[in-house]
């Protein structure tokens, strides 16, 4: 689903060059729910930016549902976020002028999508999270799970082949989170391919598979010498 | 199209929209009626006077003495012979005043003796036999006057001759039949006044607003001035001699009288310097007029530029949510486009109403024409395209912002 080769990403000012991600390798399969963690600054939001196609990439390859990706132009980019992905943002990202029904519709109207479809997958998409009833709400009129609920509606009207989450919970308090949490777990069930990053090793631990990524790269944590003394310890910490 | 989501979003920017919606109105609403005064005011302008204008000139010759009527009457004739024989004149003529020359004389016309209310109002013009031929008048039927039927005028005498020479305008409004020739009517006399002839286009000595309905109505009587403050005297120069003919004809009158003036205003004037001291306040009112649109069009532009640039800086999260979530450049272009489109819109609609409702009020008070409605629709294309026009560019600017701006921290 997302394969991602010896990939780069290389932020350069007139001094200085600056690898947010070197050497990246990833492979995740459909259906599987990955749970990206690692240190602010080590580039897990840069990995989700160019997975999701919001921002290209310096070098390597990366194929997403078998297409690759680095020669396609902006409106093909356009195209595949609208119809492929879906994305859940740390800050909800709803759009304050628009009401939860009309908010869900968006990535629709991009699509090209008939009226009644639309309004159909958006009843279904609210329906789904448990706001179908403040379809005419807006943003602002509800609680920070609430608006999560509606970004995670609006990634899944589209019926997106991957969802991609940043930070999910990270502006919610604990119930909240957790709710929000176990939906995705839900979505998961039901086939959603998920990646999503983060850097609660609690909500990390609820997922598949994780990768850690550290300065740019993926790691494996009880390989790693890097990291082999401090991994061990906290394991035995958790088994203990 | 997504109308709906922009009238909710703009529902929610009530006052910026509003205020520029107001803009556009009161631009729409201006604009159209000053582009209609800026018509009317150059077709009043652009009026045939009927007379050959590239070849005549105009003296004001004021007396230096006071003469009687008889010895006015003959240096009026000396002066004349004077002037026709000069090489560059082909002719010359004595009279009360000649096309735009503002004020002159007017007449009311009733077409019975004991008519109280007049039929219509001419503008009078008194010359000789030479008249016509000096100003270039187009006879289209009857006769010129002979030297027979001209008389003398002295000072304070109201003389109403047997005949006259009307313009087709005055004809065809006091005989709409056609058949003006021949028939009479009467000029603030019970003494009746003969048609014998009838030509195509003689404009009024008087150009202002109040004499608009009665443009063109002229009449002229055999009657030579014999006054002993001045007399005018228009001359015709032979084709391409005009500036010859008006540096001689002062000269060789001089030689011949040295007791005379020519003021400084209109001693001396072509229709050229006529036409524009004529129509000054028109060319500066449509002047005046052209500058207020193009303000107010600037203004409106720059309003539209602004708001948009204030509104894409203040929607560029939410640009960068829609580009992340597939809109493609085109996308946001359009949005900005439209949401334009529909403000421009609700503007014009108040603006058609204001633009009437100031007609009316410049109707009632200023004797202006109907606006037509080709104007308001003009000023609506107008108005839509300027606003397109003032969007594009931070349209796309907005554009361009890149779907990243989705992840960046509010």
């Known amino acids: 689903m997302l394969k991602m080769t010896h990939l780069s990403k290389v ?62 132009d902006d409106n093909a980019r356009s195209k595949i976020r609208n119809e492929k992905i879906g994305f859940i943002f740390q800050a909800f990202n709803l759009i304050p002028d628009l009401n939860v029904f009309d908010n869900v519709e968006v990535p629709l109207r991009y699509r090209g999508m008939k009226a009644a479809e639309r309004k159909e997958r958006i009843m ?13 709400h807006y ?28 930070e999910p919970t990270g502006n919610l308090d604990t119930q909240m989170a957790r709710g929000v949490l176990e939906l995705l777990e839900e979505i998961h069930r039901e086939g959603a391919t998920i990646v999503m990053v983060t850097h609660d090793p609690e909500l990390a631990a609820r997922a598949q598979r994780n990768v850690h990524i550290i300065d740019g790269q993926v790691v494996d944590l009880a390989e790693d010498p890097r990291f082999h003394t401090a991994y061990t310890a906290a394991a035995g910490q958790i088994r203990g | 199209m997504q109308i709906k989501p922009i009238l909710s979003a703009l529902r929610r920017h009530k006052a910026g929209t509003v205020l520029i919606a107001l803009q556009i109105a009161l631009t729409l609403a201006i604009v159209c009626n ?33 003469y009687t009527k008889e010895q006015a009457a003959a240096k009026v004739q000396q002066d004349l012979a004077t002037l026709r024989q000069l090489p560059s004149v082909a002719d010359a003529t004595p009279t009360d005043g000649y096309p735009l020359r503002g004020g002159g004389w007017d007449n009311f016309i009733t077409m019975k003796p004991d008519q109280t209310a007049k039929t219509t109002d001419a503008s009078v013009y008194v010359g000789d036999e030479h008249f016509l031929r000096t100003l270039g008048l187009k006879l289209i039927a009857g006769r010129d006057f002979n030297a027979g039927e001209v008389q003398n005028m002295g000072l304070r005498e109201s003389t109403i001759p047997p005949v006259t020479i009307i313009s087709k305008t005055l004809a065809d409004r006091l005989f709409p039949n056609g058949d003006a020739l021949g028939k009479s009517f009467y000029s603030m006399s019970s003494t009746p ?17 109040w004499s608009a309905p009665y443009t063109g109505q002229s009449l002229i009587w055999p009657l030579r001035l014999a006054q002993p403050l001045g007399v005018f005297y228009v001359v015709r120069a032979k084709p391409g001699q005009l500036a010859d003919a008006m540096r001689e004809a002062p000269k060789a009158l001089y030689a011949e009288n040295r007791m005379r003036m020519f003021p400084a205003k209109d001693g001396l004037v072509n229709y050229q310097q006529i036409r524009e001291e004529a129509f000054e306040r028109d060319r500066g009112m449509a002047i005046l007029m052209g500058i207020i649109c193009a303000v107010l069009l600037a203004i409106t532009a720059a309003g539209i530029v602004g708001l948009t640039s204030f509104w894409v800086g203040q929607r560029r999260r939410q640009i960068g949510v829609r580009r992340a979530l597939g809109a493609t450049h085109r996308d946001i272009l359009h949005y900005f486009l439209t949401e334009n489109l529909l403000i421009s819109l609700g503007g014009i609609a108040i603006g058609t109403l204001l633009a009437f409702g100031l007609n009316l009020w410049l109707v009632k008070t200023f004797s202006l024409g109907f606006l037509p409605l080709t104007y308001v629709l003009g000023g609506m294309v107008t108005l839509v395209l300027l606003g397109q026009g003032a969007v594009f560019a931070p349209a796309l600017r907005a554009s361009r912002v890149p779907p990243i701006e989705a992840t960046r921290p509010a």
């Open chain 1, 11 to 72: 932020y350069r000012t007139e001094v200085v060059e600056t690898y947010a991600l070197r050497d990246f390798n990833i492979d995740v399969k459909e259906g599987e729910f990955v749970a990206v963690t690692g240190p602010s600054g080590s580039g897990k939001t840069t990995f989700l930016t160019i997975a999701g196609l919001l921002e290209t990439f310096t070098g390597g390859e990366y194929h997403l549902d078998g297409i690759e990706v680095s020669q396609l």
């Open chain 2, 34 to 66: 000053a582009l209609y005064i800026i018509h009317q005011r150059l077709a009043h302008i652009a009026e045939p006077t009927g007379v050959d204008e590239p070849n005549l000139f105009a003296m004001a010759n004021l007396w230096g003495e006071q």
């Open chain 2, 193 to 209: 006044t003969t048609i014998i002839g009838i030509v195509d286009t003689l404009h009024r000595q008087d150009v202002s607003t």
């Open chain 1, 139 to 166: 943003p602002a009129e509800l609680s920070g799970g609430q608006q999560q609920r509606v970004a995670i509606a609006r990634a899944l009207a589209g019926t997106p082949r991957l969802l991609l989450a940043d």
């Open chain 1, 124 to 136: 279904n998409a609210l329906d789904r999270v448990g706001l179908a009833s403040r379809a005419k």
